[in-house]
């Protein structure tokens, strides 16, 4: 088995930091995580960003066993943020920018259940919030199709092994195929 350990997800509402400021968490899939955390780092108010597996059924799982697509999981990036700085919503509409939430299980070249579109909520309030970023975006007309980004309870949320830490910071010109779209919203 996997290396990481295991966390519960620590809640969208909003706790205190070592330092006492209000932050926040956010757990997003949207293709291979390299770029997802990339993405993240860049954001306002982002204090912290791991990456790791959610959403799936086997515990403790290894990146070879949630590549393999039987476990599950979708690749994920934990952020925690500030929402002084950047509020939840402002995230989601930032997240629907950087990925293409109208494929199903895949994004690019990535193809599978664990590079899902999904957002996993914590608490009823970012249930709601995500499904009206989600009608937001999909009466934008900015995407030719639907979006398809499922709105997942957040679990067990398992850190992925340490190489894929921080992957683009230690390989800048490593695999990334997130980048930012002009849209309308």
């Known amino acids: 088995m996997g290396t990481s350990t295991p966390s519960t997800s620590t809640g969208g509402t909003g706790s205190a930091d070592a330092s006492g400021e209000l932050t926040q968490e956010a757990l997003l899939a949207g ?16 204090s912290e960003t791991s990456v790791g597996y959610m959403g799936g ?26 929402p002084s700085q950047m509020s939840y919503e402002e995230l ?11 494929t ?3 994004q690019g070249n990535d193809v599978g ?4 579109s999904a957002v996993f909520v914590n608490t009823d309030a970012e249930r709601e919030t995500a499904a009206a970023v ?23 949320y398992y850190e992925a092994e340490e190489y894929h830490q921080d992957y683009l910071q230690i390989l800048p010109n490593g695999y990334d195929n997130h980048f930012e779209r002009e849209t309308p919203y």
């Open 104 to 106: 199903v299980n895949r």
């Open 31 to 46: 293709g291979c995580f390299w770029g997802m955390e990339e993405w993240a780092r860049h954001l306002p108010g982002v």
């Open 57 to 82: 059924s086997v515990e403790d799982p290894t990146y070879r066993e949630v590549t393999g697509g039987e476990t599950g999981h979708a690749e994920t990036v934990r952020l925690v943020f500030d």
């Open 134 to 156: 989600i009608e937001v975006v999909d009466r934008s007309g900015f995407w030719a199709m639907d979006v398809y980004t499922t709105i997942e309870e957040a679990d067990v």
């Open 92 to 102: 989601l509409l930032g997240f629907f920018r950087m990925h293409d939430p109208t």
């Open 113 to 116: 259940t664990q590079y899902r």
